[in-house]
């Protein structure tokens, strides 16, 4: 699969099944997001592979009211960061989320061209989950990247729209609207 198609093919399913993860897979997955670039090569990322079933559990303990579709995960993964060890430019501007965002974005097409999902979520406590995956005071819990299979079926636990969301890909927004050409045009 080439990069188009993976990008193509990447979708933020919620119907899983569950999947065998191998040490050979998370390695795949962690080397893919190593060599996204970052400011001045600082790799300011921390990944948590999170496939044991207890320390699953206790991570489902911290997911927000909705997210119970990700209990059918085989993985999950918490993408943690800190602004001291990246790039801060003159003016404030922070680039340790921007960095780890797009290494992160490598992992996700990664998985996708393994035929896995890759869900990121923004809904868990941070706090607890930090916790859980014992991530320092320190650190931002940026997100949680859900891994699992595609069930050919949609599963019960999802919400009407959860499952309606499934059977075809979410509206994209017209290229007119965020993609400007030589001055910002807000619309």
């Not at 191998?22 to 997955?29: A, G, K, Q, R, S």
């Not at 995960?73 to 003159?90: F, Q, R």
């Not at 509206?171 to 030589?182: I, W, Y």
Request: aromatic share 8%.
């Amino acid at each position: 699969m080439n990069v188009k198609k993976a990008i193509e093919t990447r979708r933020a399913y919620r119907s899983l099944d569950q999947i065998e993860i191998t040490d050979e897979m998370v390695e795949d997955l962690a080397k893919s997001a190593s060599l996204s670039p970052s400011c001045f090569n600082n790799q300011p990322w921390k990944y948590v592979f999170v496939r044991d079933e207890e320390k699953l559990d206790e991570l489902h303990e911290t997911l927000s009211n909705n997210n119970e579709w990700a209990y059918n995960s085989s993985m999950i993964i918490g993408v943690a960061a800190k602004k001291d060890d990246d790039c801060v430019i003159k003016g404030g501007r922070e680039y340790y989320l921007f960095d780890t965002g797009l290494a992160t974005s490598m992992l996700v097409l990664r998985a996708t061209e393994m035929g896995l999902v890759a869900h990121p979520i923004a809904g868990y406590s941070e706090s607890k989950a930090k916790e859980v995956m014992s991530i320092p005071d320190d650190y931002r819990l940026i997100t949680l990247v859900i891994v699992g299979k595609h069930s050919d079926e949609i599963r019960d636990e999802l919400t009407e729209k959860q499952a309606n969301r499934e059977k075809e890909r979410p509206p994209r927004k017209d290229l007119e609207e965020f993609a400007f050409h030589n001055e910002f045009n807000n619309i």
